[in-house]
């Protein structure tokens, strides 16, 4: 694409501009680009494309990685008349050396500078005004998750029979990067008292810290109930890995979690989730999800118990209806159509 033709029409710069892993970033993208070019956003703040052939700025988990350089771009581009979108996607970024004041300004920072915040959970509204009480009401919008139907196949032998589940067996499963902020070590824990269940836990994703594997493997070497794979799961076999499972767990750190693709995943597969209380559990049912509240570690290992012992008591054939009520849900409020429809709007393109 040359200089020319970037003049002749404003482009979207778009972060992360592209993902090998994180499905969500690239459907998203993929709707931006059916209607308007799209050029990467750390390219635009390296100079290479002059600001005035840039229309808009529409940046995710920016905060993971802010500096002084993305401050002053993103000042110098809104005084150009750029439109700034940031997504709000977690209350601080996941890692938790990033917990600290100097984070908690570019969060400030970031709610003012931005047009348009796109929020794909209702309830997170009021962890943008605790950032800035301030804030207009107007600017913030609520976007669904889109969801995942249809991505994902099941090109993998049966994983109940290789893993030895039986039938009757509930298969719980956490799936994804394998990180800290996801409390797996504390899910194995909870797997280890639930010695009266009939219960197994599939850990499949790949970890990028190899000493955090090897806690994982520690923790679970005299557990029978559990079951860790450190590799990346393709979108080949990801819906084999999704319909394995009896219900995802997503045991999240509410310190910085709020939303949650895994989620939508599980309900595009007709699977519920047992999950702590993040923004985005809200926005469903109640009765079709195992959603708990913890105030620390300690009530959140009972709490985690509590629940997990719930969705055994009632059963895979109860589980799997639960799923599928909330895989209809999704189709009719999570729709790629009325996501796309919804950035359409937005963006004006």
Same mark, same amino acid.
């Given at each position: 694409m040359s200089f020319h033709m970037l003049k002749r029409k404003k482009h979207i710069a778009f972060h992360p501009f592209i993902s090998k892993t994180d499905s969500y970033i690239n459907i998203i993208h993929q709707m931006i680009r059916n209607h308007c070019p799209t050029v990467d956003y750390l390219d635009c703040k390296a100079d290479i494309y002059e600001i005035s052939d #840039?229309?808009?700025?529409?940046?995710?988990?920016? &905060?993971?990685?802010?500096? @002084?350089?993305?401050? $002053?771009?993103?000042?110098? !581009?809104?005084?150009?008349?750029?439109?700034?979108?940031?997504?709000?996607?977690?209350k601080l970024p996941h890692d938790r050396r990033l917990h600290n004041e100097e984070?908690?300004?570019?969060?400030?920072?970031?709610?003012?500078?931005?047009?348009?915040?796109?929020?794909?959970?209702?309830?997170s509204i009021a962890t943008l005004k605790a950032y800035n009480p301030g804030l207009k009401s107007e600017k913030v919008h609520y976007v669904p998750h889109p969801d995942f139907i249809g991505r994902y196949h099941d090109y993998c032998p049966d994983i109940r029979n290789r893993l030895g589940v039986k039938e009757e067996e509930i298969l719980f499963a956490l799936y994804g990067n394998l990180r800290?902020?996801?409390? #797996?070590?504390?899910?194995?824990?909870?797997?280890? &008292?639930?010695?009266?269940? @009939?219960?197994?836990? $599939?850990?499949?994703?790949? !970890?990028?810290?190899?000493?955090?594997?090897?806690?994982?493997?520690?923790?679970?070497?005299?557990?029978?109930?559990?079951?860790?794979?450190?590799?990346?799961?393709?979108?080949?076999?990801?819906?084999?890995?999704?319909?394995?499972a009896d219900a995802l767990v997503l045991p999240y750190d509410t310190t910085s979690g709020m939303n949650s693709g895994a989620m939508i995943m599980a309900f595009s597969y007709g699977r519920t989730v047992v999950v702590?209380?993040?923004?985005?559990?809200?926005?469903?049912?109640?009765?079709?999800?195992?959603?708990?509240?913890?105030?620390?570690?300690?009530?959140?290992?009972?709490?985690?118990?509590?629940?997990?012992?719930?969705?055994?008591?009632?059963?895979?054939?109860v589980n799997h209806e639960k799923g599928q009520a909330l895989n209809h849900l999704v189709k009719k409020t999570c729709?790629?159509?009325?996501?796309?429809?919804?950035?359409r709007q937005l963006l004006r393109i």
């Open positions: #840039i229309g808009i700025i529409y940046v995710n988990w920016i &905060e993971d990685i802010m500096g @002084n350089s993305d401050r $002053l771009y993103l000042q110098k !581009a809104a005084a150009h008349g750029v439109r700034i979108f940031w997504v709000f996607h977690n984070k908690r300004d570019d969060m400030r920072f970031l709610s003012r500078i931005a047009d348009i915040i796109i929020i794909h959970s209702k309830d800290p902020y996801k409390n #797996i070590e504390l899910l194995i824990k909870a797997m280890t &008292e639930l010695t009266d269940q @009939n219960c197994r836990l $599939l850990v499949a994703g790949q !970890a990028q810290d190899t000493a955090y594997t090897q806690t994982l493997y520690r923790l679970t070497r005299e557990n029978k109930k559990v079951t860790v794979l450190n590799r990346y799961i393709p979108d080949l076999q990801m819906g084999a890995f999704l319909k394995a702590s209380d993040i923004d985005m559990s809200r926005d469903f049912p109640e009765a079709l999800i195992y959603r708990y509240e913890y105030p620390d570690q300690e009530e959140h290992l009972t709490a985690l118990i509590g629940q997990l012992s719930c969705a055994c008591k009632v059963g895979r054939k729709s790629t159509e009325i996501v796309e429809a919804s950035l």
